[in-house]
């Protein structure tokens, strides 16, 4: 199991980014997919989550109605749609999943991770 997280960059507040996550070792359908956010010297927070089999997807309180998560099945790849970013979304973000179809709480619970990829918001 792998995936990759690409996508990140510098962005002016009020921006756009679109993170893309490509899996391999398992089908989209099969393991419900997180994104997570981490800065250094604080924990790692959950960001959106996507069920195995699409039934839920979650956004943590600080991102709704800015961040919108889909998949690509033909391309095994899960994206985040990043809107109207501010300078408070700056964070490393990491693609997770769980050898689960249903999304947990908490990153603990998430087996395989890939490398992250830096968000830079300037105010």
């Known amino acids: 199991v792998q995936l990759q997280a690409s996508g990140g960059g510098l962005v002016q507040s009020g921006g756009s980014l679109r993170l893309s996550c490509v899996v391999s070792?398992?089908?989209?359908?099969?393991?419900?997919v997180g994104w997570f956010r981490q800065s250094p010297g604080k924990e790692r927070e959950g960001v959106s989550c996507?069920?195995?089999?699409?039934?839920?997807?979650i956004y943590a309180d600080s991102v709704k109605g800015r961040f919108t998560m889909s998949k690509d099945y033909a391309r095994n790849t899960v994206y985040l749609q990043m809107n109207n970013l501010k300078p408070e979304d700056t964070n490393e973000y990491f693609c997770a999943t769980i050898l689960h179809i249903r999304c947990v709480d908490h990153p603990e619970g998430y087996d395989y991770w890939g490398r992250g990829t830096q968000v830079t918001v300037s105010s």
């Open positions: 070792g398992f089908t989209l359908n099969d393991y419900a």
């Open positions: 996507i069920d195995g089999d699409d039934r839920r997807t």
